[in-house]
């Protein structure tokens, strides 16, 4: 078992900035990748941004691609999205969550345990 922790979440004006983290705890070992991905009321989830675990490899959705930067740090087993320029339309619960199994980094499918999530409004 992997559990998840999100936080960094808040209220920002339009254009600000927020850095979401994600700490990882529990069989963290044993992993491929890390994902970020986003709920808006009303909407589907929808990936966001993604971080193989070995090599550091990147993926965004053209959405944020540009304002969003993940990144990890290894030692702390932990994730971050910094968010630049944030948009009205960026507001969702953020989640993270953890591929164990090599797979495709955009299927939120893929990936086996989530965290609760972390809320974040942007106000125009």
């Known amino acids: 078992q992997v559990q998840l922790v999100e936080s960094g979440g808040g209220l920002v004006q339009a254009g600000g900035s927020l850095r979401l983290t994600c700490a990882a705890s529990?069989?963290?070992?044993?992993?491929?990748?890390m994902g970020w991905f986003r709920q808006a009321p009303g909407k589907e989830r929808e990936f966001v941004a993604g971080i193989r675990w070995s090599g550091g490899r990147t993926y965004y959705a053209d959405s944020v691609k540009g304002r969003f930067t993940i990144s990890r740090d290894n030692a702390k087993n932990t994730v971050y999205l910094q968010m630049n320029s944030l948009k009205p339309e960026d507001t969702a619960v953020y989640y993270c969550?953890?591929?164990?199994?090599?797979?495709?980094?955009?299927?939120?499918?893929?990936?086996?345990?989530w965290g609760q999530g972390t809320q974040v409004t942007v106000s125009s």
């Open positions: 969550a953890t591929m164990v199994v090599a797979g495709n980094v955009r299927a939120q499918s893929e990936f086996e345990f």
């Open positions: 529990g069989r963290t070992f044993n992993r491929y990748a």
